[in-house]
């Protein structure tokens, strides 16, 4: 079979994915055909408009009974290429071989493909219909949850998603909080994770994604492959920018900020995975970035508000969801005390008589 050539494949996502539907649905794709399909699916909008067209196909005995429906199929049929137009000849090959119903089926997906346009226009709001679901963790909580598909979403301390399946996405929000999401493989089908205001599109892979204070987000990637892109991209945006959408490779992490551009950096997945093992890795980082980290995991806050205490790094592995084993490291290799101020509050001070 040959290859499909670029001007084949309509320009516009969603006559492209009504395309490719017709095509994957008659079995008619070789290989090569195959993986021009995967890389068109790559791209985060022809991922979206996939979802919806094979949602809708794979719905469509719904509509087939609407008298609307009914009439605009008619038309397709009787304005489709006449047998003697097509080749009357190949079609007697056809059914002399038993292949009678490939032509029923090119009949059919030619009505299919001629109605496609029609049913978005009665039923627009159909994939976005399915009901979601919050899943949640409390304060020093950890949750490894397994979705309908088979893939797993591990909630950190005080998170927040929301999962919404449709019959041609995988559509989760983080809402607050952290996760780690290992993907099911499932190419015509995307997994789709927006957090603030990025949208992550995955395919079978495993990253982290985490939020933030006031809009600042960032996205590590494990294994496998995946595409970050604004939720809005900014007026007049062309291309890819660092700004824009951005492709992770494994090991990379996508740094977000509140304000300021956006940044690729090497992440250390080791330190930023081990939440999932209970513990909490640091390596020279600031005592007030330390002190933050450990706070999102136990209702008792370590609190500094001295110069000297703040200055300080810490390095080490300390327990996630206490920070007992925290504060006696700290107090007994630095001249730093700890004094409970309240049940809720414990202070760390420079010890005077070192000063």
């Known amino acids: 079979m040959k290859p499909l050539s670029n001007n084949q494949v309509p320009v516009d996502p969603l006559e492209?994915?009504?395309?490719?539907?017709?095509?994957?649905?008659?079995?008619?794709?070789?290989?090569?055909?195959?993986?021009?399909?995967?890389?068109?699916?790559?791209?985060?909008?022809?991922?979206?408009?996939?979802?919806?067209?094979?949602?809708?196909?794979?719905?469509?005995?719904?509509?087939?009974?609407?008298?609307?429906?009914?009439?605009l199929r008619q038309a397709a049929l009787a304005a489709a290429?006449?047998?003697?137009?097509?080749?009357?000849?190949?079609?007697?090959?056809?059914?002399?071989?038993?292949?009678?119903?490939?032509?029923v089926a090119i009949s059919a997906m030619?009505?299919?493909?001629?109605?496609?346009?029609?049913?978005?226009?009665?039923?627009?709001?159909?994939?976005?219909?399915?009901?979601?679901?919050?899943?949640?963790?409390?304060v020093g909580e950890k949750r490894v949850l397994k979705l309908p598909d088979g893939s797993l979403v591990t909630l950190d301390t005080n998170s927040l998603v929301e999962v919404r399946?449709?019959?041609?996405?995988?559509?989760?929000?983080?809402?607050?909080?952290?996760?780690?999401?290992?993907?099911?493989?499932n190419p015509a089908r995307p997994f789709v994770v927006t957090a603030a205001d990025r949208r992550i599109t995955a395919v079978g892979t495993a990253f982290d994604v985490r939020l933030g204070d006031k809009g600042a987000m960032s996205v590590m990637l494990v294994e496998g492959r995946v595409v970050v892109e604004p939720t809005r991209r900014p007026e007049g945006?062309?291309?890819?920018?660092?700004?824009?959408?951005?492709?992770?490779?494994?090991?990379?992490?996508?740094?977000?900020?509140?304000?300021?551009?956006?940044?690729?950096?090497v992440a250390d997945v080791e330190r930023s995975t081990s939440?999932?093992?209970?513990?909490?890795?640091?390596?020279?980082?600031?005592?007030?970035?330390?002190?933050?980290e450990l706070n999102r995991y136990t209702e008792v806050k370590l609190v500094s508000g001295d110069p000297r205490v703040q200055s300080l790094r810490v390095s080490g592995v300390f327990n996630a969801g206490g920070n007992e084993n925290f504060v006696a490291a700290i107090t007994q290799f630095y001249p730093v005390r700890a004094t409970r101020r309240s049940p809720g509050v414990i202070e760390l001070?420079?010890?005077a008589s070192d000063s």
């Open 110 to 138: 030619i009505a299919l493909f001629a109605i496609l346009p029609a049913i978005r226009a009665l039923a627009p709001q159909q994939e976005v219909a399915a009901t979601a679901h919050r899943l949640a963790t409390r």
């Open 165 to 185: 399946y449709t019959r041609g996405l995988r559509d989760v929000r983080l809402l607050a909080g952290q996760a780690f999401f290992k993907v099911a493989k």
């Open 16 to 71: 492209a994915a009504e395309y490719w539907s017709a095509r994957r649905r008659l079995q008619s794709l070789g290989a090569r055909e195959e993986a021009q399909f995967q890389d068109w699916l790559a791209a985060p909008e022809h991922a979206r408009a996939w979802a919806r067209v094979d949602g809708l196909v794979q719905d469509i005995g719904q509509f087939a009974a609407m008298p609307d429906i009914m009439a």
């Open 237 to 265: 945006a062309t291309g890819v920018d660092i700004a824009g959408r951005e492709e992770l490779a494994p090991g990379e992490r996508l740094v977000v900020p509140a304000r300021g551009a956006a940044r690729i950096v």
């Open 275 to 292: 939440w999932q093992r209970g513990k909490l890795i640091f390596r020279d980082e600031p005592m007030t970035d330390a002190i933050a």
């Open 81 to 103: 290429p006449r047998e003697s137009d097509i080749d009357r000849a190949r079609v007697a090959r056809w059914r002399n071989r038993g292949l009678a119903g490939l032509a």
């Open 349 to 351: 001070e420079w010890r």
